[in-house]
């Protein structure tokens, strides 16, 4: 399985973003994905995560009503749309692949088997 991440770059705050993230394989339709961030100097941490089936959805607070998630199982693709970017959005974007098919969304980034290998975003104030 690989991921690959893109659609990162440099914004002004309150502009937008859609990051793209392209699975290989076949049994993408099966895994429930997740979008991660990292920040210099800090952890990675959870931003947003949707089921196997696209039925599900889960965000962080810090994100909730700005970002939306979405996938196309047909296409093996999932996206990140970003809105009302804010310098605290810096980070690199990290797409993932849970381990275990048919399960929910989690933020639980051990639970995470694949991970593409980011996209940087960049907002200036």
């Known amino acids: 399985v690989q991921l690959q991440a893109s659609g990162g770059g440099l914004v002004q705050a309150g502009n937008s973003l859609r990051l793209s993230c392209a699975a290989s394989?076949?049994?993408?339709?099966?895994?429930?994905m997740g979008w991660f961030r990292q920040a210099s100097g800090k952890e990675r941490e959870f931003v947003a995560a949707?089921?196997?089936?696209?039925?599900?959805?889960d965000y962080a607070a810090s994100v909730m009503g700005r970002f939306a998630i979405s996938r196309d199982n047909a296409k093996n693709m999932v996206w990140l749309q970003m809105n009302s970017l804010a310098p605290e959005d810096t980070a690199i974007y990290y797409c993932?692949?849970?381990?275990?098919?048919?399960?929910?969304?989690?933020?639980?980034?051990?639970?995470?088997?694949?991970w593409g290998q980011g996209t940087q975003v960049t907002v200036s104030s």
């Open positions: 993932a692949r849970r381990l275990t098919y048919f399960a929910g969304t989690s933020r639980v980034p051990d639970e995470y088997g694949y």
């Open positions: 394989g076949r049994t993408f339709s099966s895994y429930g």
């Open positions: 949707i089921s196997y089936s696209g039925s599900s959805t």
